[in-house]
């Protein structure tokens, strides 16, 4: 009895509908302001594409391909020549705030695009970068590359971010608003002044070194 109690149980697992390989990580980052790559990271998914078969359009239907959630906070893996598919759903959760910030926290890879996947299927480019892409490309005048977009509150869209590059392939990012975005580049900027300005006086010092040693042996 206890075996046919057993066969019995394993049938009825049989014959359960099998969820999708992805379903587990799908649940939306809810944004409610600035996001850290860690809060990205436990809702976002992957897929390896070796042979650079994938576009846009096969991530409008949730279901058909199969991502996997990342294995750390921060997407890395390693040294390879395949492109890098990221999955990110979202939800505007803040009242009153509908502009964003994508920012990836890399100064160049040779290949990388951002979009954004609406809830009625409409794809949107938000940043498109190939290796011999000129400066002006990028939709934000930033070292770092910035990718800006449009979330109504309570709206839900899909980001999704492909990538490559001939290092490694580790890529920190975040979800900032305006105002946490502006915040970063002051700072990065208050550090840059603060580096050439140290440059200069260290150069003057230098310079004034050189005279006074001049000074000395054409003095002996």
Do not use: C
Request: glycine share 8%; aromatic share 10%.
């Amino acid at each position: 009895r206890l075996f046919r109690l057993a066969f019995l149980i394993l049938v009825l697992i049989a014959a359960l509908p099998q969820a999708p390989v992805h379903a587990a990580g799908q649940t939306p980052l809810v944004l409610n302001g600035p996001a850290d790559m860690q809060a990205l990271g436990g809702h976002m998914e992957y897929i390896i594409d070796p042979d650079w078969q994938l576009s846009a359009q096969d991530f409008i239907d949730p279901s058909a391909v199969a991502t996997k959630p990342l294995a750390g906070p921060v997407p890395d893996f390693g040294y390879t020549a395949a492109k890098i598919w990221l999955r990110l759903p979202v939800v505007n959760g803040a009242a009153g705030q509908d502009e964003w910030r994508f920012y990836v926290h890399s100064n160049f890879t040779q290949e990388i695009a951002i979009l954004k996947i609406g809830s009625d299927g409409a794809v949107t480019t938000l940043l498109d970068l190939k290796r011999d892409s000129p400066f002006r490309a990028r939709p934000v005048n930033y070292p770092q590359m910035v990718a800006p977009f449009e979330l109504n509150p309570g709206e839900a869209a899909t980001l999704v971010v492909s990538y490559y590059s001939q290092g490694s392939s580790r890529m920190s990012m975040s979800v900032e608003t305006p105002d946490s975005f502006a915040g970063i580049a002051s700072v990065a900027q208050a550090k840059n002044y603060a580096f050439y300005g140290l440059m200069l006086v260290m150069f003057a010092v230098g310079l004034g070194s050189a005279g006074d040693l001049l000074v000395v042996v054409y003095t002996e």
